[in-house]
């Protein structure tokens, strides 16, 4: 009995033996992947091109770089042919051509989706994406369509681009829209909307779709030049003139007793044509008060405006000639003998035309140079008042404002006859 039970239990381990040894021979040689990723060059191995085999081992689920292009190979080894599909992270999209070979760092037509797209250099797609290639621009919407059928809006839902039908995005700045009115493509292909300037102008473009509305000057940023100006006395300020009536002046003054300079803004509804009716930048030369020594003219035919700050400086030399600067660039110069090596005093001065019109002029900022040197001190003001109806506040020694109507003046008078009886002036001692 016990000679039978060892002959059973031998023939039952060799049966077990020859059946596993039977399942391993016809078990498939298919191995998933372990690290998600194999090179041919470290992993070896051979790849035929419909699979890649290590060590006698199809690999699958996984990537493989075969030295020149990126494959998935798929659960049964195959490597994924014109897919897009996401990536094994869960969140992007990658696509792989006819021949297998992920797309990296180019457009690609897909044949599922029926456009082009764009894979960045991880494979990627992209998505609401402006790209570069060269010099050209191009923009993936949403799904990752490359934009080229004319006027689009980007995926934010506010600017709008358009796309020629090669992909290539606008961006020559100012050109026209499909309906014919002006706009302003951005180097990124996007429409500029609001306030856009190029240094000189401000170009106010429609807020929604970007057409154009209308333009206006950059106001120029001016600094003080009273110490960098060689020169023996000069006078600075920041001056706004308005009135009413026909005629008011605002003015920077160098005086001696007997003989003047001024320089400023000036109104005039008389002045001779073609001034007339217009605010001019304008000095007045005065040789002294006899008749004929007096000159007139407008600096480099500045035309100004009424209710506008200018930056304004006049200065002086011992010879008696000067300089005229606006808004620090310098737009003239003056000479008048009668001036040279004179003690000059320095004012501000508003004055109006006739009876009734009147005058707000202010003067800001005002610096003062005397006897060939600046020097940063609070100077005295001296009120001298010519009309008693122009009146003036100081609200510091350097801020004047002046503000007021011309009265008492007799039929037929006006700036010209009764210049003495005109204005207010502030004179610093």
Not at 95 to 111: K, R
Not at 220 to 243: C, F, M, N, R, W
Not at 300 to 320: P, S
């Amino acid at each position: 009995m016990k000679l039978m039970h060892r002959n059973l239990a031998g023939k039952l381990t060799v049966f077990f033996a020859a059946l596993l040894l039977m399942l391993l021979v016809h078990v498939p040689a298919v191995h998933a992947a372990e690290k998600g990723y194999y090179s041919l060059k470290d992993d070896g191995g051979t790849f035929d091109g419909t699979k890649y085999v290590v060590n006698g081992e199809t690999i699958t689920n996984a990537f493989f770089f075969d030295g020149g292009y990126t494959y998935y190979l798929q659960a049964d080894g195959s490597p994924m042919k014109d897919r897009l599909t996401y990536h094994p992270d869960g969140e992007h999209i990658i696509y792989f051509d006819q021949n297998g070979h992920e797309v990296f760092t180019n457009f690609q037509y897909c044949d599922s989706v029926q456009y082009i797209c764009y894979f960045d250099s991880q494979g990627y797609l992209y998505k609401d994406q402006i790209t570069f290639v060269g010099d050209k621009v191009y923009y993936l919407d949403g799904d990752g369509r490359m934009k080229q059928s004319g006027w689009f809006q980007f995926a934010n839902g506010r600017d709008y681009g358009f796309a020629n039908s090669d992909g290539t995005l606008m961006t020559n700045g100012f050109s026209y829209d499909p309906w014919g009115r002006v706009v302003f493509y951005h180097w990124n292909g996007m429409v500029a909307r609001g306030l856009i300037s190029d240094g000189a102008y401000y170009y106010s473009m429609d807020e929604t779709d970007g057409h154009y509305l209308g333009q206006f000057p950059v106001p120029k940023k001016v600094v003080s030049q009273i110490e960098s100006v060689d020169s023996y006395a000069a006078i600075e300020a920041d001056v706004t003139l308005s009135g009413s009536g026909t005629g008011c002046h605002a003015k920077l003054v160098m005086t001696t007793p007997t003989s003047a300079v001024s320089y400023g803004i000036q109104y005039d509804a008389h002045a001779a044509a073609p001034y007339t009716g217009k605010t001019m930048a304008m000095v007045e030369n005065v040789m002294s008060n006899a008749p004929g020594q007096q000159q007139y003219f407008r600096p480099a035919d500045k035309e100004l405006a009424l209710g506008q700050t200018y930056h304004m400086m006049l200065t002086y030399n011992q010879d008696g000639t000067g300089a005229l600067y606006l808004d620090n660039d310098l737009i003239g110069t003056y000479s008048n003998p009668n001036l040279a090596n004179q003690m000059i005093y320095l004012r501000v001065e508003a004055s109006a035309r006739v009876n009734g019109d009147s005058v707000d002029a202010s003067f800001k900022n005002i610096k003062l140079k005397n006897n060939g040197q600046y020097i940063e001190k609070a100077w005295n003001p001296l009120e001298l008042q010519t009309n008693k109806t122009i009146h003036c506040t100081i609200n510091n020694w350097n801020d004047i404002e002046f503000s007021g109507y011309i009265s008492g003046l007799g039929a037929g008078d006006d700036w010209d006859n009764r210049y003495a009886e005109v204005s207010n002036i502030i004179q610093w001692n």
